[in-house]
C-alpha cells in the first residue's frame, strides 16, 4: 500500500526566512497531493494541494512543488511570520481500486517561526 | 456556515463504558470518515462511508463502529473502551461521490481519555 514519508519532522526558522517539507510516496499511482496545517489545539486545516497533472501550484506565500519521477512533493512558505507556526501534513491521495480514493498522510512536520 | 460538528470536545471515561462521538456536516458531502491523532503517528484512518448505509474499514478499525443512517451524520461508536484508545479524534467529510480528493473539511476534534 501507499506509504508517505516527510522531513524534517521539526523546523525552526527566523521570521521573514524560507522554510521547505519534503514529502515522498511509494505508490506510482498517487494523484492528488493536499496540505494540512494545524495550529496547536485546532483542527487540520487545508492550505494548498495540487493533483498529478500539474508540477507546481501558488497562492500567495506558499507553494507546492510536484516531481512525479522522484515521487515527491514539498511545501514552500516565504517570507514566514509567526503565524506560520504549526503542525503541516502532506498527504497523498489514490485513485480508488473500488470507487474510494484513499488518503494516506505523512506524520507531520512541527514548524516554529521565530521572531 | 460550512461545518463539521463534532461532540463532545472532551470526554474521561472508563474501561468497558459504552461511548458515541456524534459528527455532524452541513455541507451535503457524500463522504466522511474518522481519523484518531496519535503523537509521532500522525492521522490514521479508522472507518469510513462514500455514502448513506456504505461504510468501510480504515487502517485502524479495531474496538471501534460506525454508521451512516443519515448523510450529514457519521457516528463514532466505542463499545468498550479500553486505554489504548486515549487519543484525539477528528471527524472529516468531503465533496463527493466516491472521492476523498477534493480535501477534507475536519471537525474540532474529541480528545477521549480513557482510564
Known amino acids: 500500500g501507499e506509504n508517505v514519508e516527510q522531513h524534517p519532522s521539526t523546523l525552526s526558522v527566523q521570521e521573514g526566512d524560507s522554510a521547505v517539507i519534503k514529502c515522498t510516496y511509494s505508490?506510482?499511482?498517487?494523484?492528488?497531493f493536499p496540505w494540512y496545517k494545524q495550529e496547536l489545539g485546532k483542527r487540520p486545516q487545508l492550505i494548498i494541494d495540487?493533483?498529478?497533472?500539474?508540477g507546481e501550484k501558488k497562492d500567495q506565500r506558499i507553494a507546492v512543488t510536484l516531481n512525479k519521477t522522484a515521487k515527491h512533493f514539498s511545501l514552500h512558505i516565504t517570507e514566514t511570520q509567526p503565524e506560520d507556526s504549526a503542525v503541516y501534513f502532506c498527504?497523498?491521495?489514490?485513485?480508488?481500486?473500488?470507487?474510494?480514493?484513499?488518503?494516506?498522510f505523512g506524520p507531520g512536520t512541527s514548524l516554529s517561526v521565530i521572531p | 456556515e460550512a461545518q463539521v460538528t463534532q461532540n463532545p470536545r472532551y470526554l474521561i471515561t472508563v474501561t468497558g463504558k459504552k461511548l458515541t462521538v456524534t459528527c455532524s456536516q452541513n455541507?451535503?458531502?457524500?463522504?466522511m470518515s474518522w481519523y484518531r491523532q496519535d503523537p509521532g503517528l500522525g492521522l490514521r484512518q479508522i472507518y469510513y462511508?462514500?455514502?448513506?448505509?456504505?461504510?468501510d474499514k480504515g487502517d485502524v478499525p479495531e474496538g471501534y463502529k460506525v454508521s451512516r443512517k443519515e448523510k450529514r451524520n457519521f457516528p463514532l461508536i466505542l463499545e468498550s473502551p479500553s486505554p489504548n484508545q486515549t487519543s484525539l479524534y477528528f471527524c472529516?467529510?468531503?465533496?463527493?461521490?466516491?472521492?476523498?480528493?477534493?480535501?477534507?473539511?475536519f471537525g474540532s476534534g474529541t480528545r477521549l481519555t480513557v482510564v
Open positions: 505508490d506510482s499511482a498517487s494523484n492528488y
Open positions: 462511508s462514500m455514502n448513506v448505509e456504505v461504510t
Open positions: 472529516a467529510s468531503s465533496l463527493g461521490p466516491g472521492t476523498a480528493s477534493y480535501g477534507y473539511t
Open positions: 495540487i493533483r498529478s497533472n500539474v
Open positions: 498527504a497523498a491521495s489514490q485513485p480508488a481500486k473500488t470507487s474510494y480514493d484513499k488518503v494516506i
Open positions: 455541507m451535503n458531502h457524500e463522504y
